[in-house]
């Protein structure tokens, strides 16, 4: 289930646009949305499971993931939407003041959950997983870039600060505060 919301953008000058509306990170977009749809979801007894955003050539998608026992509802999914959209409307979220517009879709995590809480790392451990993290990219001069990797292996530890994986034979440690998404992967519906 998935309700969508667009933000219609606000009038300025194009000039410049495009590069103050990449100065926040993704990473801290998702962490600022977080804290606004937190209270909204515990006020109705329903998990937030994790928060992304990513962002595509003309806007950026806000995608909120919720759960609670026996399932989450279309209701569930509608109220969750309109509160954290007001919200949205009402707070200047950086990375998102300043794009042309941004869809806020607000689902249940489905059969490859996302994993975004310490716990769910914990829950999932031996299990499938595909994470995606920002990695510093080597470019010979003094300022960083950093570029988007994508690994997939065997969920085998968490520590305070590291998610570990087993990728074929090598262990490769991700830096939590790098991690963009994090999914639990299946095969024909199955947990591997």
């Known amino acids: 289930m998935s309700i969508r919301k667009k933000k219609a ?11 103050r509306k990449f100065r926040h990170s993704a990473i801290q977009v998702a962490a600022d949305v977080k804290k606004l749809a937190m209270p909204v979801c515990e006020a109705m007894g329903i998990e937030l499971v994790c928060v992304e955003f990513e962002r595509m050539q003309a806007d950026g998608i806000v995608a909120v ?25 009402v707070h200047n979220i950086p990375g998102l003041e ?28 031996g299990s499938m997983v595909k994470i995606e993290y920002e990695w ?15 690994s997939r292996g065997i969920l085998q530890e968490i520590t305070q ?24 992967l299946t095969q024909n519906g199955e947990k591997r």
Do not use: H, W
């Not at 953008?9 to 590069?19: D, F, L, P």
């Not at 590291?162 to 999914?183: G, H, Q, T, W, Y």
């Open 136 to 150: 510093p990219k080597k470019t010979g001069r003094s300022d960083m870039i950093t570029q988007k990797r994508t």
């Open 161 to 184: 600060d590291m998610v570990i994986l087993a990728v074929d034979s090598e262990i490769i440690e991700i830096p939590c505060n790098k991690i963009l998404k994090a999914r639990l």
């Open 98 to 125: 300043t794009s042309d517009s941004y869809r806020l879709e607000v689902s249940s995590p489905g059969v490859e959950r996302p994993i975004g809480k310490r716990e769910d790392y914990q829950k999932f451990m």
């Open 9 to 19: 953008g606000s009038a300025r000058k194009k000039t410049g646009a495009r590069n």
């Open 65 to 89: 993931y919720i759960d609670k026992p026996g399932g989450v509802m279309l209701e569930d999914c509608s109220y969750v939407s309109r509160q954290l959209g007001d919200l949205l409307d």
